[in-house]
């Protein structure tokens, strides 16, 4: 049975490798805004946040990144990384705008690798080939330590326990 989230109150299916609590976190390299190839999972020297997101162009998705720049940043011991569809250069242009400078905002909009290696790729209906709203934390060590696959697509996830999770891994 796939994997679903909802979308408007619509099942929708995820495709891809589902990784879970306790997997090691599988290494994915992503270009950032400036087009430099950034590695992600795996081991590190420090935790890591990554928020999966439809698109940086959405309102959700901009209140998300924004949050998470202002609140999970000022974890020690913590890397955050936001991953969409959305072409290096627009979001480039959405953190110049938006002001986010405590993050890298990476794209997967080449082979979706990250998407179908982390089980995030909406599979069907209007937003197929993007990523549903995914939370993963990657301890030190590149265990994943939580996830939250966001229940409805178009709200937040719950950054109390991602950023909670996230600090307990850091302290590790």
């Known amino acids: 049975m796939p994997t679903l989230t909802k979308l408007k109150g619509n099942d929708v299916a995820l495709y891809g490798n589902q ?3 306790g997997d090691k976190a599988p290494v994915v390299t992503l270009p950032n805004s400036g087009l430099e190839e950034v590695s992600i999972g795996g081991t590190c020297d420090k935790a890591q946040l990554i928020v999966a997101v439809p698109s940086l162009d959405t309102p959700v998705c901009a209140m ?4 998470f720049n202002n609140e ?3 974890v ?3 890397t ?7 072409l290096p250069f627009a979001a480039k242009r959405f953190c110049s705008t938006e002001g986010i400078e405590n993050l890298q905002v990476l794209s997967d909009y080449r082979e979706k690798s990250f998407s179908t290696t982390y089980g995030t790729l909406i599979a069907e209906g ?3 080939g993007l990523s549903a709203r995914v939370i993963f934390v990657i301890d030190k060590d590149g265990v994943v ?3 939250e696959i966001v229940p409805e697509i178009t709200e937040e996830p719950n950054y109390e326990n991602a950023l909670e999770a ?7």
């Open 19 to 21: 990784i879970n609590v």
């Open 64 to 67: 998300e990144t924004t949050k």
């Open 72 to 74: 999970a940043a000022s």
């Open 76 to 78: 020690d011991g913590a």
């Open 80 to 86: 955050v990384f936001v991953v969409s569809m959305d």
């Open 126 to 128: 209007p937003l197929r």
């Open 145 to 147: 330590t939580y996830k």
């Open 166 to 172: 996230l600090k307990e891994a850091a302290s590790k």
